[in-house]
């Protein structure tokens, strides 16, 4: 493995004589001070240039932004006499709850069901949605099945001279069935989902919540960033129960005057339109014109200003499927093109096929230029798909749906991509995006996010240091929201700590460290050992470690 730091030893090989911090940072995969101070103990230790950016942030200094709240951003804020956690980049939403006529639609299409039947399996339903994976491509499934049966036929070969020739018999009828035991365990066996009424229903109680408040979300950044924009058409592909619509109405109440809905499960539509009428199909839907159609045209004759695929593409049964069904989606699109996926592994790897299928489509073509409009603020390819291992997944928080009377709160993680045609907005604030929520700390905070020269960086914003008002507004920052900076180019970011903060940051961080010492070095049975602390630690510290040898 990589060598670490040389103050902790994080991504090292734990060994019998491995330091304590090796251990910590072997086992937790994180440096023994975790989150944020893997950063901060990069400056304390002096050694930048060897630590690994552990959280996908890059490496050593060019991880770290020197910026300033922006101009614009604060005579805003001053001028409406807003506070910081109303800064102008806030689009993390708090809990949100369905709105009162989908769950009273809801209760009364529940009141004529088996409910207790539905809810027996509907815990595993949830988790196999979240579960599943892309399904894999044939040639890819060669390639695996190739691989595994190279592997047998290795292992037979070493046994062959050895064997009898009834054994060899026996060895040769057995190798079909072992290795469509390899595959069967190896491979992910994708399978379309059937919904019939009862798994239709079971969808209700289990995403209706979650999918709404992902896609208020992203349709409240689109209304407040692009107010000029008032969508009057509306495309929902794989349109499901609805939640695309019911949002759409939420944010745009009046504008919204034709919608087609798109889902090959006639269950699904009949629910859906359920739903929007009341919970009865006597009642009036409220949209001069609403269609429901079981398959897509592929006519492009006629385009939505709102094209939206929620939750859809990991449910077409190959890459080639999903890029037909992009282009067609695409090229129905004349103002947004909105794309979200479960916030998982998959759903991440989706939602960045399609993000690169679209862009590269309009190369080369002005007359098409396109932008990602949310949630990067580049069009370079993904810095945490590139050069991480994690999702950029983003979250909400929710009210669930059932039981109807309790209180009681979801969270619904997600992945998307909001995609625009025509050129970007010279005007647009290219602000960097907060991809993780932000760590507050004893006198300073660390804000992660992705910039719009495509790379992921961190910003510490300190109390001393930095304006009143530019602190404020990065301690209030969370995942989703745009950091209201500009950079400061030749800045070196290497003197973030005055000498009395760097002796307030070891003070707050001393008793932390001391117990992870002091645990580790029992589990090992040995000693603390803290050679390399004379280099980074004040010198009332270290007579304290001294005296405790």
Request: aromatic residues 10%; charged residues 25%.
């Amino acid at each position: 493995m990589r060598q670490g730091c040389r103050l902790c030893g994080a991504f090292s090989r734990p060994t019998k004589t491995a330091s304590p911090g090796v251990l910590i940072g072997a086992l937790r995969r994180q440096c023994f001070l975790q989150d944020y101070n893997v950063n901060n103990h990069r400056k304390l230790c002096q050694s930048s240039a060897q630590c690994s950016g552990q959280f996908g942030v890059g490496t050593g200094k060019q991880a770290r932004l020197a910026v300033d709240l922006e101009s614009s951003a604060e005579r805003f804020m001053m001028s409406n006499n807003l506070k910081p956690k109303q800064h102008p980049g806030v689009f993390h939403l708090t809990r949100r709850s369905l709105p009162p006529k989908f769950i009273e639609a809801a209760q009364r299409v529940l009141s004529h069901e088996n409910l207790s039947r539905l809810l027996e399996s509907t815990s595993a339903f949830r988790n196999y949605l979240w579960s599943r994976h892309l399904p894999i491509e044939e040639a890819e499934y060669r390639q695996k099945v190739e691989k595994v049966e190279d592997n047998i036929q290795i292992k037979e070969d070493i046994m062959r001279p050895f064997l009898s020739a009834e054994q060899l018999e026996k060895l040769e009828a057995a190798r079909d069935g072992k290795i469509k035991n390899h595959l069967k365990r190896d491979i992910y066996h994708w399978e379309a989902i059937n919904y019939d009424k009862a798994k239709a229903l079971q969808y209700l109680l289990v995403r209706s919540a979650g999918e709404y408040a992902a896609l208020l979300q992203i349709f409240s950044e689109i209304q407040r960033r692009d107010n000029q924009f008032q969508p009057n058409t509306l495309c929902d592909f794989g349109s499901g129960i609805g939640t695309t619509v019911w949002a759409s109405k939420t944010v745009w109440p009046k504008n919204v005057q034709e919608v087609l809905c798109a889902d090959v499960s006639k269950e699904m539509n009949e629910l859906a339109e359920r739903l929007l009428r009341g919970g009865s199909m006597n009642n009036d839907h409220g949209f001069p014109a609403l269609y429901f159609r079981q398959f897509l045209a592929q006519s492009f004759k006629v385009s939505y200003d709102l094209v939206v695929s929620a939750y859809s593409l990991m449910e077409l049964p190959s890459l080639k499927h999903r890029l037909k069904a992009l282009d067609i989606l695409w090229k129905k699109t004349n103002n947004y093109l909105v794309i979200v996926e479960q916030g998982s592994s998959a759903g991440f790897k989706a939602i960045i096929e399609a993000r690169d299928y679209i862009l590269e489509l309009d190369k080369g073509h002005k007359s098409e230029l396109s932008h990602v409009f949310s949630p990067c603020p580049q069009e370079s390819p993904c810095p945490r798909f590139v050069h991480d291992d994690s999702t950029c997944n983003f979250y909400v928080k929710h009210q669930v749906l059932y039981p109807f009377h309790q209180d009681n709160t979801g969270t619904e993680t997600f992945c998307y991509v909001v995609l625009k045609k025509g050129p970007r907005d010279p005007e647009d604030e290219r602000w960097p995006r907060v991809v993780r929520d932000s760590m507050i700390r004893k006198k300073h905070c660390i804000c992660r996010v992705c910039t719009n020269e495509g790379q992921l960086a961190e910003v510490l914003l300190t109390k001393n240091k930095h304006s009143q008002m530019l602190y404020r507004v990065g301690r209030k920052s969370k995942c989703g929201d745009l950091l209201p900076v500009k950079e400061i180019k030749d800045h070196d970011v290497s003197t973030q700590f005055e000498p009395e903060e760097l002796n307030d940051f070891v003070d707050s961080e001393f008793e932390l460290f001391r117990s992870y010492v002091v645990v580790v070095a029992v589990h090992l049975q040995q000693p603390p050992v803290f050679e390399h602390l004379q280099d980074c630690l004040p010198l009332h510290h270290l007579l304290f470690y001294e005296t405790r040898k």
